[in-house]
């Protein structure tokens, strides 16, 4: 977007005639008296980030010059770039919504216009601003030619620890491992197809978009909000338990920052800015900058050693590219599990990776996602590779499963080994869940040290530790791998401990409605999310709506069931779409098996009212 910013006496423009790409109009023009005139050209590739940039621009400059009035005036000619007509009219009534502190007047968008301004003549009355859009005005030249010198090798290492190269391996048997190779060596990330776990999470009334906000955040309802909670409360549960000390840090720091300030440069394109009184700040893409300058102020021995502190960072913040952005799958905020591990030297790094690497298999599995659900890189330097070929070999002995090896000749990055667990979509996208680093950089660069035996201070190795990725992305990997339970003509459905209603009581008539209402007050007392269809349809849609809604114990309740002391209860997790697994359940039965399936697990009640009768639609 361009913008040519003049501060005038007045300025004045009458309508003359309309093209065909003219927005609606029925005035004939306007004079405004001093004002600050913003001749604006949208362009090609801008959005609403670089439209809200334009505003804070404008804002800055009428303030400095003490107007309060603006007048936005499209004005084509400022650029040869431009966005088409939908986009261009769109983007500037969001420039006039973020300017609504001043009293904004708009020139219409698409009509030949004659005007008239007189230009005071102080130094600020005539300025010039261009506003880039995503990152790629703030990705340095020297950052992208260093990247392209950074050349990638390719091999998958097998069960029996061969290094083939991935153009040699046979992968037959080994389809996702395959989809998951080429994703990585062709580093297309864009999604062209909306993915099937953006429905789901729609239509469980999970999550949305939110169309009031920046690209990539999302609004999450009660089921969704539910459903975050128990992964953060479960999650950070297992880092407490592997020894991690949880702590908290802001979620802005001084872009200005000495040490901050070399960190990001090496990612620019990364950053959120917002200004402060006087500063400018940028909001954390990871809890690695308040976990660091915490621990670089800290007194920390060897005897201190490993130390692992964690932070689940609600939320984290990365400018990721718009054609990247789909559903839960990559945001530009989401919820990031964040362990640190100090390690006084190499051998010490290595076994608290391999003990995070098999931590993190863990935490995954008792989440549902299975080690047959991901595949696993390893990237890692050439000279790290062959001085520890064992250590990385071993690897492979925790999952027996071939893993895809990315190796370089020098290192670009802060780290020398790292692993990811990646899971591959329905669309052949693959996306980080787990992963763990040994980072060989920025104990330096922060100065984090440590007292040895020897009384001297010494820089130690840093792990970078998220065990299951993003709260976010592992909800998209659930919703996404139910879509694989449907292709295999299974029912999709959530883990239990997960399901915002675990069991649903149907009463068959209005008659039984109390009784149902007994029966779920008395599941509720053992800890287990349970409601009552009580609406006036027909048993056969209630039915069907539970099924819909995924509920995991679907039971009716009906004379015969009164009569027996019974439940019919239908078991979704051994139903397929062909056939209905039901069992006849005493309430004590229904209640032992739920919370079998629940057990270690953490518990919220239910996050809407019990009675769907009384319940909103988010939809």
């Given at each position: 977007?361009?913008?040519?910013?003049?501060?005038?006496?007045?300025?004045?423009?009458?309508?003359?005639?309309?093209?065909?790409?003219?927005?609606?109009?029925?005035?004939?023009?306007?004079?405004?008296?001093?004002?600050?005139?913003?001749?604006?050209?949208?362009?090609?590739?801008?959005?609403?980030?670089?439209?809200?940039?334009?505003?804070?621009?404008?804002?800055?400059?009428?303030?400095?010059?003490?107007?309060?009035?603006?007048?936005?005036?499209?004005?084509?000619?400022?650029?040869?770039?431009?966005?088409?007509?939908?986009?261009?009219?769109?983007?500037?009534?969001?420039?006039?919504?973020?300017?609504?502190?001043?009293?904004?007047?708009?020139?219409?968008?698409?009509?030949?216009?004659?005007?008239?301004?007189?230009?005071?003549?102080?130094?600020?009355?005539?300025?010039?601003?261009?506003?880039?859009?995503?990152?790629?005005?703030?990705?340095?030249?020297?950052?992208?030619?260093?990247?392209?010198?950074?050349?990638?090798?390719?091999?998958?290492?097998?069960?029996?620890?061969?290094?083939?190269?991935?153009?040699?391996?046979?992968?037959?048997?080994?389809?996702?491992l395959r989809k998951f190779v080429n994703y990585e060596i062709a580093k297309r990330r864009a999604v062209d197809?909306?993915?099937?776990?953006?429905?789901?999470?729609?239509?469980?009334?999970?999550?949305?978009?939110?169309?009031?906000?920046?690209?990539?955040?999302?609004?999450?309802?009660?089921?969704?909000?539910?459903?975050?909670?128990?992964?953060e409360q479960y999650i950070t549960k297992k880092c407490v338990e592997y020894g991690a000390m949880e702590v908290?840090?802001?979620?802005?720091?001084?872009?200005?920052?000495?040490?901050?300030?070399?960190?990001?440069?090496?990612?620019?394109?990364?950053?959120?800015?917002?200004?402060?009184?006087?500063?400018?700040?940028?909001?954390?893409?990871?809890?690695?900058?308040?976990?660091?300058?915490?621990?670089?102020?800290?007194?920390?021995?060897?005897?201190?050693?490993?130390?692992?502190?964690?932070?689940?960072?609600?939320?984290?913040?990365?400018?990721?590219?718009?054609?990247?952005?789909?559903?839960?799958?990559?945001?530009?905020?989401?919820?990031?599990?964040?362990?640190?591990?100090?390690?006084?030297?190499?051998?010490?790094?290595?076994?608290?990776?391999?003990?995070?690497?098999?931590?993190?298999?863990?935490?995954?599995?008792?989440?549902?996602?299975?080690?047959?659900?991901?595949?696993?890189?390893?990237?890692?330097?050439?000279?790290?590779?062959?001085?520890?070929?064992?250590?990385?070999?071993?690897?492979?002995?925790?999952?027996?499963?071939?893993?895809?090896?990315?190796?370089?000749?020098?290192?670009?990055?802060?780290?020398?080994?790292?692993?990811?667990?990646?899971?591959?979509?329905?669309?052949?996208?693959?996306?980080?869940?787990?992963?763990?680093?040994?980072?060989?950089?920025?104990?330096?660069?922060?100065?984090?040290?440590?007292?040895?035996?020897?009384?001297?201070?010494?820089?130690?190795?840093?792990?970078?530790?998220?065990?299951?990725?993003?709260?976010?992305?592992?909800?998209?990997?659930?919703?996404?791998?139910?879509?694989?339970?449907?292709?295999?003509?299974?029912?999709?459905?959530?883990?239990?401990?997960?399901?915002?209603?675990?069991?649903?009581?149907?009463?068959?008539?209005?008659?039984?409605?109390?009784?149902?209402?007994?029966?779920?007050?008395?599941?509720?007392?053992?800890?287990?999310?349970?409601?009552?269809?009580?609406?006036?349809?027909?048993?056969?849609?209630?039915?069907?709506?539970?099924?819909?809604?995924?509920?995991?114990?679907?039971?009716?309740?009906?004379?015969?069931?009164?009569?027996?002391?019974?439940?019919?209860?239908?078991?979704?997790?051994?139903?397929?779409?062909?056939?209905?697994?039901?069992?006849?359940?005493?309430?004590?039965?229904?209640?032992?098996?739920?919370?079998?399936?629940?057990?270690?697990?953490?518990?919220?009640?239910?996050?809407?009212?019990?009675?769907?009768?009384?319940?909103?639609?988010?939809?």
């Open positions: 977007m361009k913008l040519l910013l003049i501060h005038a006496d007045y300025m004045e423009y009458e309508v003359k005639k309309k093209t065909k790409l003219a927005e609606p109009f029925d005035g004939k023009g306007e004079r405004v008296e001093e004002v600050l005139v913003a001749f604006t050209s949208v362009e090609k590739g801008d959005d609403e980030e670089v439209a809200r940039k334009a505003a804070a621009e404008i804002r800055e400059v009428a303030r400095k010059v003490g107007t309060e009035r603006i007048m936005i005036y499209p004005y084509a000619h400022l650029s040869s770039n431009l966005a088409d007509a939908d986009t261009a009219v769109r983007l500037l009534k969001i420039l006039e919504a973020e300017l609504s502190d001043f009293e904004v007047h708009r020139s219409p968008f698409g009509w030949y216009k004659a005007f008239k301004i007189s230009c005071k003549g102080h130094p600020l009355s005539e300025l010039s601003r261009e506003i880039g859009g995503e990152a790629e005005a703030e990705i340095t030249k020297a950052l992208k030619d260093e990247e392209e010198k950074v050349v990638s090798y390719w091999y998958i290492l097998t069960p029996e620890k061969q290094l083939i190269e991935v153009e040699k391996f046979d992968f037959t048997g080994h389809e996702k197809v909306v993915p099937p776990h953006v429905e789901y999470m729609r239509r469980l009334e999970i999550a949305d978009y939110e169309p009031a906000s920046d690209s990539g955040h999302i609004r999450y309802y009660p089921k969704g909000r539910l459903i975050k909670t128990l992964l908290e840090t802001p979620i802005m720091y001084d872009r200005n920052h000495p040490t901050l300030r070399r960190y990001l440069e090496r990612f620019p394109a990364r950053q959120y800015i917002i200004r402060g009184d006087k500063r400018e700040f940028f909001l954390r893409f990871a809890a690695c900058f308040g976990q660091f300058l915490m621990l670089s102020s800290s007194t920390i021995t060897y005897r201190n050693l490993p130390l692992k502190i964690y932070e689940l960072t609600r939320y984290s913040f990365r400018k990721e590219q718009r054609g990247e952005l789909v559903g839960l799958r990559r945001l530009r905020a989401f919820t990031m599990p964040d362990m640190h591990t100090i390690a006084k030297d190499m051998e010490q790094a290595k076994q608290e990776f391999f003990n995070q690497y098999r931590l993190s298999v863990e935490v995954l599995k008792e989440i549902g996602i299975d080690p047959a659900d991901y595949e696993v890189a390893i990237r890692v330097t050439r000279d790290f590779y062959e001085e520890n070929k064992d250590f990385v070999h071993s690897l492979v002995d925790v999952l027996q499963k071939p893993i895809l090896i990315e190796m370089w000749d020098h290192r670009f990055f802060y780290f020398v080994l790292k692993f990811e667990f990646n899971f591959v979509d329905a669309l052949d996208k693959a996306s980080a869940l787990s992963t763990v680093q040994i980072d060989v950089e920025n104990a330096e660069r922060y100065n984090i040290t440590y007292v040895d035996a020897d009384g001297k201070e010494k820089y130690p190795y840093i792990l970078h530790c998220s065990v299951s990725g993003a709260v976010e992305r592992v909800m998209y990997a659930l919703l996404e791998k139910a879509k694989f339970m449907l292709d295999e003509e299974k029912l999709p459905m959530l883990p239990v401990w997960l399901s915002p209603t675990q069991v649903r009581v149907i009463p068959v008539s209005e008659r039984y409605v109390g009784e149902a209402v007994k029966i779920a007050e008395k599941i509720e007392k053992e800890g287990i999310r349970v409601d009552v269809d009580d609406r006036n349809e027909t048993l056969g849609k209630r039915i069907r709506d539970a099924q819909t809604e995924w509920i995991p114990y679907i039971a009716v309740l009906g004379e015969k069931e009164v009569q027996s002391g019974k439940l019919t209860v239908t078991i979704r997790a051994e139903s397929t779409q062909k056939e209905q697994k039901r069992a006849e359940l005493t309430v004590e039965e229904l209640v032992e098996r739920v919370k079998g399936e629940c057990e270690g697990k953490p518990f919220m009640p239910l996050p809407v009212p019990k009675l769907l009768s009384t319940r909103p639609s988010f939809r």
